[in-house]
């Protein structure tokens, strides 16, 4: 069955420190790859997506995220991190190709300590 | 991006009583809309699936005649939650796209059934 793991549930880091967040991902066909954000009171916002081509993409906000294939990962990355960045962040896949019928993991919150 | 607003952001009801959630996108015309539930802690569960002027397409597990979706208009999709219950209460979100393009958040309504 598909399925997003996002290992870590609570992450807290110090600003201007990097940042990691780790996404696992279980789907039988090529898949798209999709970080979101949420903060409070506010919609999703899509951060960044792979749907094919370089492994590597870059979002808005500063992030980044790398695609492996061979770990079905998709992890997020920010070299530096600034407080405003504290929110909840959620991995998904989107199943039949693109944007429709996405598949979230339980997200990720980040705390940012000054 | 685009804007999708939800109706109310909160609301209690008492058990047995049904409401009414208003997914709105403001300056697009949505095709396609999008039900999601959020359990605390927990990921976005996809609920049903809605193109403008059909009957709605509902994930399996979920009660179709217990919560009602209408997508009359290419702006407008409202979830009726039908006599509602204490385990009814969640956080519910909508999303809008157009078809087979990135779908918006809206931000969410928490409801609290009594």
């Known amino acids: 069955a598909q399925s997003v793991t996002q290992p870590d549930i609570h992450i807290t880091v110090s600003e201007g420190a990097s940042l990691e967040l780790r996404c696992n991902y279980s789907?039988?066909?090529?898949?798209?790859l999709f970080w979101y954000v949420q903060s409070p009171g506010q919609g999703l916002q899509l951060l960044l997506k792979?749907?094919?081509?370089?492994?590597l993409v870059q979002g808005i906000k500063g992030f980044e995220a790398e695609f492996k294939r061979s770990q079905s990962s998709f992890n997020l990355r920010k070299p530096s991190v600034h407080w405003s960045d504290a929110a909840e962040y959620f991995c998904?896949?989107?199943?039949?190709?693109?944007?429709?019928?996405?598949?979230f993991g339980a997200g990720t919150r980040l705390a940012v300590h000054p | 991006g685009a804007v999708v607003s939800q109706h109310p952001s909160r609301v209690i009801c008492k058990s047995g009583t049904s409401v009414k959630i208003e997914c709105r996108s403001l300056?697009?015309?949505?095709?396609?809309m999008f039900w999601y539930r959020q359990f605390p802690k927990q990921s976005l569960m996809l609920m049903a699936t809605?193109?403008?002027?059909?009957?709605?397409?509902?994930e399996q597990g979920v009660e179709k005649d217990k919560f009602l979706i209408n997508h009359a208009s290419l702006t407008l999709s409202t979830l009726t939650v039908t006599s509602a219950h204490p385990e009814d209460s969640s956080f519910y979100i909508c999303?809008?796209?157009?078809?087979?393009?990135?779908?918006?958040f809206g931000p969410g309504t928490r409801l609290t059934v009594l």
């Open positions: 792979y749907f094919s081509g370089d492994t």
């Open positions: 300056d697009f015309q949505a095709t396609t």
């Open positions: 789907y039988g066909a090529t898949p798209y």
């Open positions: 809605s193109n403008e002027g059909s009957k709605a397409t509902y």
């Open positions: 999303s809008a796209a157009r078809t087979g393009n990135e779908q918006f």
């Open positions: 998904a896949v989107g199943l039949s190709g693109g944007y429709n019928k996405l598949i």
